[in-house]
């Protein structure tokens, strides 16, 4: 990610646009809170803020939240210094939990992707490992950017993203069943650019 994507995602305005309308729409989406006891992973954590609100607002007992950039970590650590008895962070790639956290197959309740599938060259491999590490019936929680999104003008003058290969709405949402994920109920499309939803783990 470049300095200005960085600022972009370190920043107030984004903390509002988590709180007030992705995790409420990502809550209707998945169909509430997490079920009591539940353990969740997060891609590409950032600064910690959308860790926050998995424990606070999906209610997860633990969170083990990855991002490939230490300096990401580093805020994050500050971010959640109290809730450190629940959460585990790791420098390390959302394709390879097993090594960030020892993650074993079916580790998890919910899987949550926070804008950052759209960042991976090996996008699928996201999937594989999300559906690897979830338990069967768990949930991956997404919120993602689409290729129609990072071809705009302002996407590719302000932002640094993989160029080959990326995906539209519909090849990101093809590519689910392909990994056992089966698409919960309904979607939310924002103009073509993003895509919200949850899907469950095949049993
Ligand atoms: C657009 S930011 C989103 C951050 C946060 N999830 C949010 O919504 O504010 C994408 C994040 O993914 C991280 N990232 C990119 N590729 C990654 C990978 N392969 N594994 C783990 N994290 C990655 C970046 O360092 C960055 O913090």
């Known amino acids: 990610m470049n300095r200005i994507e960085k600022a972009a995602i370190n920043n107030p305005a984004r903390r509002a646009l988590q709180r007030l309308y992705e995790v409420p729409t990502l809550l209707?989406?998945?169909g509430g809170p997490l079920p009591p006891g539940a353990k969740a992973a997060e891609l590409g954590c950032g600064p910690g803020y959308g860790t926050k609100l998995i424990l606070d607002r999906f209610r997860a007992a633990h969170v083990d939240a990855v991002d490939l950039d230490p300096y990401m970590i580093t805020k994050a650590r500050r971010r959640l210094a109290r809730e450190m008895h629940r959460v585990r962070l790791a420098v390390g790639d959302a394709t390879d939990l097993r090594t960030a956290f020892g993650a074993a197959d079916s580790s998890y309740e919910a899987v949550f992707d926070f804008a950052i599938i759209h960042h991976i060259p090996d996008w699928r491999s996201a999937l594989t490992e999300t559906a690897r590490a979830l338990k069967p019936g768990g949930l991956f929680v997404f919120e993602e950017v689409?290729?129609?999104?990072?071809a705009r003008p302002s996407y590719r003058l302000l932002f640094d993203h993989p160029t080959e290969?990326?995906?539209t709405a519909e090849q990101f949402l093809a590519e689910l069943p392909r990994h056992g994920l089966a698409v919960r109920g309904s979607l939310?499309?924002?103009r073509g650019d993003y895509l919200l939803g949850a899907a469950v783990r095949s049993r």
């Open 28 to 30: 209707k989406l998945a």
């Open 146 to 150: 689409t290729a129609h999104a990072l």
């Open 165 to 167: 290969d990326r995906f």
């Open 188 to 190: 939310t499309r924002i």
